[in-house]
């Protein structure tokens, strides 16, 4: 669709978008507005006034994305169940009774009431013994809450042990399951438990190093405790790690998200990840872990740069080969063009401004999930998303998370076209404007043909040997050549609107 024939309110918003400052401001410029007029957005997590933004919300959802195959988890209910509470659930240890003996009581002379020898002290055995038990603020017939497991740093007073406060034990709970695991059930990879007391967690096998479980651990409590409620956290063991080794397999336990998988092809949607994923950038700005950092993902030209070279090897295979079936003649034919497009971004991130923006991003740096995709997004019923999944999340330039969603957008809709890429742009700028290099880093980005990549490699990788599985990698690589040509068109107007560097 053309500029000239979008309604009114849509030209409004491609023109905020196109029209620097008017993205780029600063929330300072925001505040200097006259008195009198009402701010474009509320920028915290509440509700928003009536802006262009809320345009953008009115979009008529579009089809989402297919369904994603369906994976299992590599233990069993019952495994699962068990671990959850020989890690989490606190054990029930008995205490010893405060015992003493009762007084003797006073008799006569040559009697006893031992029915042994006249004078005989009374022995262990026959010992009446009297036992007693402190119980606060407990009433009759009901388990208190401070006879939970003690820690073995409970208070001493006057040389008696009594329980803890309920502070103390308000902060021991809240690292353990919260009751007994009575539910548990598979959700594709991961076992979702419910206990007791209704709550939810998710109990996941991974391959990930304890270093980077306990760097993700560390990473997502900071952000938690400075603001950003939306994202799942782990749940530490009762002896404070946040992963256990069973049968020679990792764990970790994380934090159940109330809502439904994320639809990339919902316009609304996509703005609410985008807004997600800025306010993850911005808050963990000062994130400094005490565990080792796992390597940076700030190298974007290299990990580009090695892309272009794989799609250079697979194009010199293909014109080698003798015998070439459909699939190898549509690949050729797109690969092609695939490596020139890979040149020109290259060329955009070796551009001072883009040079300028990745060496800011290396001296401040933010922490990047790496994995923005419909099954890390969960949308709560209320609209606002929640980010889970952080296993790959390291360090790197900001726009590498923005770029990934926009193309995932593209992708869920079937077609590139500007008005998808408003939502998320705007969502994200009002919660973390983009500087100019940033945006030439995300052209540079959007330019790459990594769908290509990732279709070819995956393909030439382990070739299919069914027909059937044949002909929807061929489906799907002519669905990419069908693209081609409204991407081509989408990045001349990113180069000539946003970018501002003319048409290449």
Known sequence: MAQRELPTWARHIWDELTRPPALLQSRSAERRQ?????????????????????????????PTDPPTVGRTPS?????????????????QTQRKPATKPRPRLKTKAGSSRNPGKAGQP????????????????????TTSVLERPRSSAAEKVEGRSVPMSIEQVNARLDTVLDGQVVLCDAVDSVWRLQTSSGKQYALKATPLS??????????????????????????????????????????????????ARAQFGSTRQVGATARATA??????????????????????????????????????????????????????????????????????????????????????????????????????????AQLIDFDRMTYGPRVLDLGHLIRRAMQAHGTWTSEIAIA???????????????????????????????????????????????ERALQMLQDTQTQEDERARFMETFARQVTRRGSR
């Not at 022995?123 to 009759?140: D, F, H, K, V």
């Not at 043909?449 to 044949?470: A, M, N």
Request: hydrophobic content about 35%.
């Open 210 to 259: 304890p270093a980077r479980i306990d760097f993700m651990a560390q990473a997502l409590d900071y952000v938690w405790k400075n603001g950003f409620t939306h994202v799942s956290r782990i749940i530490r063991t009762r002896s404070g790690e946040p992963y256990w080794r069973e049968n020679g397999k990792l764990f970790y336990l994380s934090e159940w998200q109330t809502g």
């Open 122 to 141: 009374e022995t262990g055995s026959t010992r009446s013994l009297a036992t007693t038990e402190r119980r606060i603020g407990q009433r009759p017939g």
């Open 75 to 91: 233990t069993t209910a019952s495994q699962a169940k068990r671990m959850a509470h020989k890690y989490f659930t606190p054990k």
């Open 34 to 62: 006259p008195s009198g007029s009402k701010p474009d957005e509320e920028t915290t997590e509440g509700s928003r006034g009536p802006s262009l933004w809320q345009h953008v919300r009115d979009l008529l959802e579009s």
């Open 424 to 470: 998320p742009l705007l969502a994200y700028n009002r919660v973390r404007p983009l500087t100019p290099g940033e945006y030439v880093v995300l052209e540079g980005l959007l330019l790459f043909p990594h769908r290509l990549w990732r279709l070819l490699l995956q393909y030439y990788d382990d070739p299919p040997s069914l027909s059937e599985k044949h």
């Open 279 to 384: 306010r993850l950038h911005e808050v963990s700005r000062r994130f400094e872990p005490t565990a080792d950092v796992p390597p940076t993902a700030g190298d974007v030209f290299g990990q580009l740069l090695a892309r272009k070279q794989e799609l250079q090897h697979m194009l010199i295979q293909l014109e080698q080969s003798a015998e070439q079936d459909d699939y190898d003649r549509l690949a050729t034919t797109l690969l092609a063009r695939a490596n020139q497009q890979a040149s020109e971004a290259l060329s955009l991130l070796k551009l001072p401004e883009a040079e300028t923006s990745l060496a800011q991003s290396a001296a401040d740096p933010g922490l990047c999930h790496l994995d923005v995709t419909r099954r890390n997004v969960i949308v709560h019923p209320q609209g606002h």
